[in-house]
């Protein structure tokens, strides 16, 4: 079980010159685990609750609607800010503006808040991918608006039905 600390629901946090991790990873001995997962779609992001206060998990038929809501709504209300870029920039860089985006705003700390403590991200493509080197590039260099790049799990499912992962490697 100790893998899933650094797999599930944690995060890399940008700092000054040494990033940290965030493990919210938990057993059921331990105490409370995140129950959601961070979706990522045409710039906005989102929190969906995968497990319920009874621990059990929500269906699949749930899961599908929440999904297909969060697409066609990520669509309807245009591009989004696409913060998630920011994961992407140099890391002291990124640890100033995390900082600041935390400073000026509770709403702000909140929503990072969430986002660290998503189980996993999902993100919504439109981009097709044709071969699996592509598809490679796509998971791990695509879209940098649409994917939080510091979630040590994230999946990513394109229009045309492929899917990529992109995984943090970190020493445990």
Not at 10 to 38: I, N, Q, Y
Not at 65 to 88: D, M, Y
Request: aromatic share 8%; hydrophobic share 35%; proline share 3%.
């Amino acid at each position: 079980m100790n893998q899933f600390r650094s797999l599930f629901a944690c995060t890399r946090v940008p700092s000054p010159s040494v990033d940290r991790l965030h493990r919210h990873f938990k057993t059921a001995s331990e105490g409370p685990c995140p129950r959601h997962l961070m979706v990522a779609s045409n710039g906005h992001v989102y929190s969906v609750d995968v497990i319920c206060e009874d621990e059990s998990i929500i269906s699949i038929s749930e899961l599908k609607q929440q999904f297909s809501w969060i697409e066609s709504h990520s669509k309807s209300i245009g591009r989004g800010p696409g913060v998630s870029a920011l994961t992407t920039t140099n890391r002291d860089i990124w640890a100033k503006n995390w900082k600041h985006l935390v400073d000026i705003s509770s709403t702000n700390k909140e929503i990072l808040d969430v986002i660290d403590k998503a189980l996993i991200c999902v993100t919504f493509s439109d981009a097709t991918s044709g071969t699996i080197n592509e598809n490679a590039h796509q998971a791990m260099c695509g879209d940098v608006h649409n994917s939080w790049f510091d979630k040590s799990l994230s999946g990513l499912f394109n229009a045309d039905g492929t899917f990529g992962s992109n995984n943090e490697v970190v020493d445990c």
